[in-house]
């Protein structure tokens, strides 16, 4: 069973620093994609970050660009997003799901598991 | 960035009726549009991928159509669980983006 659990999330000031993790299991990791998605409090969801199964590849939504960082440990199975000089709009519930592409990469993606999420209050 | 809008922002139907959700996008995305259901404190649910394929375990009341820049999301014939929000997003490009949102609640 394909499991995904974050955490790390929880009150921060302006200015603060957090790290998410999410831990993984029941599939390969280091086959897939994977991607943090946030939704804000009474909001839509809103994409942050992708990163390749290698690592070598890191899109960011521009609001997170400079401040945020996604990485992952192959060996642990966790994907983790680091998140600096925090704001109060970046307030929201963080999620990690896998993307599963058809035909390798060449064919359409989509997030097709996703953990419960972590709640993140960027507040003084 | 491709913006992706839906309509409508709220939906009111009762039970046993037809619902249809659009998408919209500024470009072209081809098929790579994907659509999820979320209800309330929980993590969104894939339900179809690549415009028209229905994810895993999904019921067959749900089809989604489309290409380039319209697509829909058609369930057949509505069931109490069904009433949620319902959100696409393109994975066409880079930026990732997603839809506002179609709030389907019950008349």
């Known amino acids: 069973e394909v499991q995904l659990v974050e955490s790390g999330g929880g009150l921060v000031q302006p200015g603060g620093s957090l790290r998410l993790s999410c831990g993984t299991s029941g599939f390969t990791f280091s086959n897939y994609w994977m991607t943090w998605v946030r939704q804000a409090p009474g909001k839509g969801l809103e994409w942050v970050a992708d990163i390749k199964q290698d690592g070598s590849e890191k899109y960011y939504v521009d609001s997170v660009k400079g401040r945020f960082i996604i990485s992952r440990d192959n060996v642990k199975n966790s994907l983790y997003l680091q998140m600096n000089s925090l704001r109060p709009e970046d307030t929201a519930v963080f999620y990690c799901a896998r993307v599963a592409c058809s035909d390798g990469s060449a064919g359409p993606c989509r997030d097709d598991y996703w953990g419960q999420g972590t709640l993140v209050t960027v507040s003084s | 960035e491709i913006v992706l809008t839906q309509s409508p922002a709220t939906l009111s139907l009762s039970p046993g009726e037809r619902a249809t959700l659009s998408c919209r996008a500024s470009?072209?995305?081809?098929?790579?549009l994907a659509w999820y259901q979320q209800k309330p404190g929980l993590a969104p649910r894939l339900l179809i991928y690549?415009?028209?394929n229905r994810a895993t375990g999904i019921p067959a009341r749900f089809s989604g159509s489309g290409s380039g820049t319209d697509f829909s999301l058609t369930i057949s014939s509505l069931e109490p669980e069904d009433f949620a929000v319902y959100h696409c997003q393109q994975r066409s490009s880079w930026p990732v983006t997603f839809g506002q949102g179609t709030r389907l609640e019950i008349k």
């Open positions: 690549g415009a028209s």
């Open positions: 470009q072209s995305v081809s098929s790579n």
